[in-house]
């Protein structure tokens, strides 16, 4: 599952040594992916591509999840409004993880034979725990006990979800334990090697109790989890961003502005231009569900009329539908380019620091865990601390910092100069008025005092971590529909009537109850190289093989 040659990025190296400025080439060995390459320059190198993943994973949710619908002007939208997918979808979904969990194992094992590197190795465990819940939750069984042996098993049997969701659990623990009984002899991470947290240990440590809840929340009653305590050092307080170097450099772009323009600053053909934002999300901002005036202008240019359509929907000549160059998520004044942007938002700019995680879902998971009895804490408070959290998030401009731009405050338009009405950016003033808007105080999915259920609580919390990770981890928000069912989306969808209501496709060739798909299929490449144990994975397909419509993840609803 190796590619011969990866070229690795190490922009981060520029905190250690201005003059590298270069890639490196890997060779590759089955037995010893990373030979001559030593460890500490391989935890970063995956740290970074899983980082660069992140717009691909979060286009693959992006698609099935409403956040995008097909444009119009434009035509062939195939698996993407009829749900038929084929071992040619997504194979990034599978590749990329296994790519890098190769990598990371080189990484762990060294940690076992030789102490100093104790912190890179638990640093590792973490990075490998992310990594499979991924797979996990895009495939379900996958190769675990087995995978990532080079030559000693070129064709690894598959473990089921639940059993791996169990060993991540206590493969955190082990690195919590790892970093709290590291010898003052062991190696501290510092830029060169952690472009994550710049070696603060302490919030590697939040990390992996935030990810450890993710795996007990989802997993909930179908895994046998060994404990479900946490270490006293708590979960995510901040965004969990990648900051290699990223910059305006061949090869080295923040990805999600890769996703928009290249280096010479022409426009990037793919997903997003020929995407536009669908009724269904657009009802949580232009007052259609909930009203939010100023995250609605953070996440969409021309709101609250960016782009707009149902998917499935065949718009022909409808102007309403059609992308706003280069697309309706890039916040400009006047007219986009590579050199004239907002540098707020979802794409920030192209030497932006990049999320693996926002603080904003860590909140939600502690709010629903509050509720649910897993932790103690105060679920409204975590449940607002969540929204507050995904207003710094689209605030923060390229370098990180809160933006320095000016806001409406009775429209939510962003200016770059203030005036009369206009204010300076302030998220916690922007989200005292989202709490006080009029439509917005007598709906539970904002006022969770009105949230008179655990029931309804839940709703509350999954829709408003719908709404925070819009277009910027869109697989996380499929997986939290496809476990809850939350936000509602209605079925059989119908347009006009159902288009805020429903993320159904009108062209879905779901034979699901809600029309909905289930799941990708596993890649054409495991299909050749893996054949008997891929076809292993029995389902409900016509042919015994898995079914896209059928078959569910083990901790779907």
């Known amino acids: 599952m190796k590619k011969l040659i990866i070229y690795l990025f190490l922009g981060v190296m520029l905190f250690a040594a201005p003059s590298c400025k270069k890639f490196f080439d890997i060779n590759k060995n089955p037995n010893r992916p990373t030979a001559g390459i030593s460890e500490d320059l391989i935890l970063p190198k995956t ?9 691909s994973a979060s286009a693959y949710g992006e698609e099935v999840v409403g956040y995008t619908t097909n444009a119009g ?34 990484v762990i094992d060294k940690a076992k034979e030789d102490q100093s590197f104790a912190l890179l190795g638990a640093a590792a465990k973490i990075m490998k725990a992310i990594h499979y819940q991924f797979l996990v939750d895009t495939y379900n069984n996958v190769p675990y006990t087995q995978a990532n042996l080079g030559l000693k098993e070129l064709t690894p049997s598959y473990d089921n979800g639940p059993d791996i969701y169990k060993s991540l659990a206590n ?20 830029s060169a090697m952690d472009p994550l947290f710049k070696g603060d240990m302490t919030k590697w440590k939040k990390l992996a109790n935030t990810i450890k ?21 708590g979960f995510l307080t901040e965004d969990a961003m990648v900051q290699p170097g990223y910059t305006n450099v061949d090869g080295k772009l923040n990805p999600t502005w890769g996703r928009v323009y290249s280096v010479s600053g022409s426009a990037v053909g793919g997903v997003w231009q020929q995407r536009v934002p669908s009724f269904f999300t657009l009802g949580f901002y232009d007052g259609n569900k909930v009203s939010d005036k100023f995250r609605g202008n953070l996440v969409y240019r021309s709101y609250p009329t960016p782009g ?133 105080s007598i709906n539970y999915l904002v006022n969770f005092d009105l949230a008179t259920t655990n029931e309804q609580k839940l709703e509350a919390i999954i829709t408003q971590k719908y709404i925070a990770l819009n277009n910027i981890f869109g697989h996380e928000a499929w997986n939290e529909y496809r476990r809850t069912k939350y936000p509602v989306s209605v079925s059989p969808p119908t347009y006009p009537a159902t288009r805020y209501t429903s993320i159904v496709s009108l062209q879905s060739q ?48």
């Open 308 to 440: 707009v359509n149902m998917l499935g929907r065949d718009p022909g000549d409808d102007a309403g539908a059609k992308v706003k160059a280069p697309n309706d998520w890039f916040i400009a004044f006047g007219t986009p380019s590579a050199t004239n942007y907002a540098a707020i938002g979802i794409v920030k700019g192209p030497s932006a620091a990049q999320p693996i995680m926002l603080a904003s879902e860590s909140y939600f998971l502690q709010a629903e865990a509050a509720l649910k009895g897993i932790i103690n804490g105060d679920v409204k408070n975590l449940f607002n601390t969540g929204i507050l959290e995904s207003f710094k998030y689209l605030n923060k401009n390229e370098s990180g910092a809160n933006s320095t731009l000016f806001v409406n405050s009775t429209n939510g338009k962003l200016s770059a100069t203030g005036g009369t009405g206009i204010i300076a950016i302030n998220p916690q003033t922007e989200f005292d008025a989202y709490l006080a808007e009029g439509q917005n």
């Open 47 to 55: 740290i970074v591509e899983w980082a660069n993943f992140m717009p």
């Open 73 to 106: 002007g434009v035509s062939g939208w195939g698996s993407f409004v009829s749900y038929a997918f084929t071992p040619g979808n997504w194979n990034g979904n599978w590749t990329v993880p296994f790519d890098n969990l190769t990598d990371i194992k080189v």
């Open 510 to 557: 779901s034979t699901a109850p809600d029309r909905l798909p289930t799941r990708i299929q596993y890649p054409q490449n495991e299909f050749i190289y893996n054949g008997e144990n891929v076809k292993q994975q029995k389902g409900q397909a016509a042919d015994g093989g898995i079914s896209v419509y059928l078959d569910k993840i083990f901790w779907a609803k």
């Open 171 to 190: 493969l955190l623990d082990s690195a919590i334990a790892d970093i709290n009984g590291a010898s003052s002899g062991a190696k501290v991470l510092n």
């Open 213 to 233: 809840l993710r795996l007990i929340i989802r997993g909930g009653d179908k895994v046998s989890f060994d404990n479900k305590s946490f270490s006293s050092d």
